[in-house]
């Protein structure tokens, strides 16, 4: 009788540390996740997409966060065609607080913990939550559509390029406590965002011209 009382006890402790372990394991989703409350006029401004789960088509995603008597709004910019990514197109979008009260202030933006919701071209509802930010640098946001249970998450910085080592410490921080965050794929922000292939097969022949020059002039 003492043999199987130590063996019940025993299967009740693996039972419970197991459970615990399988809940420690449970990733949020950002259906489920609490967007900052305590973002600032400070957040506004100009961002650049750098990484995202799932990946996207699309390359050189601007975003400009402002704010107005009217409200807050989204500027988001992207390239009119893959062929020529520094020709942009830009749609704005009004940020409707989720379950809060938007005090439409310049002085003072405040995320709701429910995040924000705009709707697009295509009257898909998108909700977006901040979970970590530093105003002067990155912000790691979640969020959902309202035609897909999936979630997706990115990361977006201040400057357009940004070291895959300072990316990967950011998105460390919240990809074991958040789903969504697996799969990061990075969006492209180099030189052919905001310089045409024309400019840039100039300055190179302009190099090559330079190096003839050099040389021929050595040579004499």
Not at 89 to 106: C, E, F, H, K, M
Not at 130 to 158: H, M, P
């Amino acid at each position: 009788m003492y043999k199987f009382l130590q063996y019940v006890a025993i299967v009740s402790l693996l039972c419970l540390f197991g459970s615990n372990g399988v809940e420690a394991q449970t990733l949020t989703q950002c259906q489920n996740a609490n967007s900052l409350t305590n973002l600032s006029s400070t957040f506004e401004g100009q961002w650049y997409e750098a990484i995202r789960s799932p990946a996207s088509e699309l390359s050189c995603v601007g975003l400009d966060i402002f704010s107005n008597t009217t409200g807050i709004y989204l500027n988001l910019t992207t390239p009119q065609t893959t062929a020529a990514l520094n020709l942009n197109q830009t749609a704005t979008y009004l940020l409707t607080p989720v379950n809060g009260s938007d005090s439409g202030s310049t002085v003072n933006v405040t995320s709701p913990a429910g995040g924000y919701t705009y709707t697009t071209s295509s009257s898909v509802n998108v909700t977006i939550k901040v979970l970590q930010a530093n105003s002067s640098s990155y912000a790691v946001l979640c969020g959902y559509s309202s035609n897909s249970n999936s979630s997706f998450g990115l990361v977006i910085t201040r400057q357009r390029s940004v070291a895959n080592a300072t990316l990967s410490s950011y998105v460390a921080q919240v990809n074991s406590t958040y789903a969504g965050f697996d799969n990061l794929t990075t969006v492209d922000q180099g030189l052919a965002c905001y310089q045409s292939s024309a400019a840039t097969h100039a300055s190179a022949l302009s190099l090559v011209f330079a190096v003839l020059y050099a040389v021929t002039k050595f040579m004499n």
